[in-house]
């Protein structure tokens, strides 16, 4: 197996407690690390996993895993896990796995998973909707739709993404959170392929010629992939099309890493906003 055989590579670095006496991983640990990096492959599907199974009436348990260790890593290594799902049967599915260190792999593992009932673990059919869409993502297909619209249209779905994130999850007062602007704002709104609302974003004006995007939120399960710059794309996109020349945001600083990459520059110093730090952050479209 090659690197470039796999579409999801989850990295992970090796940690001083996984080595054994012989100064490499412990065997038993690359089982550990396939495991880490086959949640990385659903969120890679843009599916919170307990949420998705649930709604689906099931659940994946392994039926076998088989490795062969062809090399070995050491402390501190840099990997990359590669996960794929390229066979299907009624109620199972075969998964690949491969660890690499640079170009080398290290194990090549093979995983079966059936979809069983939670309570008794019984095989039931693997849902022709989960099914679908680990076909897709393999094909290089996308698994997230973002629209845009008016508050009336996202509304609902934004709301709740905003309440989880920032009053739930970020102890921001509820009155600080809801403004009118909400009413007038163009929203933007990221879905994966079962419908549900997993980020969401706002653009309005801030003076002429200057937009300014904010409320930008992702799900917790489904930070670290792409659908936060989804949402950030979207609505740069809109602002170039209504003939903005510059647009800004108000960073928290923990996040302030994610939109250099995206092309922002800081400008002025920290301040602080709803108790949290903040930095404004401006690019040019």
Known sequence: MKRTEFRHLEPLRVRWAEIDAQGIVFNGHYLTYLDTAVSGYWRALAIPYADTMKSLGGDLYVRRATLDYRGS????????????????????????????????????????????????????????ALRGLMQDFEAGQPVVDVALGSWSEHGPAATAIRRQVFIEEQHIPADMEWDAADASCLHALARNRFGLPLA??????????????????????????????????????????????????????????????????????????AGIGHVEMVRVL
């Open 73 to 128: 890593a050491r402390y501190d290594d840099r990997l990359d896990i590669g996960i794929r799902c390229r066979e299907f049967g009624n109620s199972s599915m075969k998964v690949d796995g491969a660890i690499f260190h640079g170009d080398q792999m290290l194990v090549q593992a093979e995983m079966v998973y059936v979809f069983a009932d939670p309570g008794t673990q019984t095989p039931v059919r693997l849902p022709d």
């Open 200 to 273: 969401t974003g706002r653009l309005l004006e801030h003076v002429p010629g200057v937009a300014k995007i904010g409320r930008m939120a992702v799900l917790r399960t489904m930070r670290g992939t792409r659908i936060g710059r989804q949402v950030l794309e979207a609505l740069m996109a809109e602002a170039r099309k209504q003939g903005y020349r510059e647009v800004l945001l108000h960073a928290q600083l923990s996040a302030e890493n994610f939109y250099l990459r995206a092309g922002f520059q800081r400008r002025g110093e920290p301040f602080e906003e």
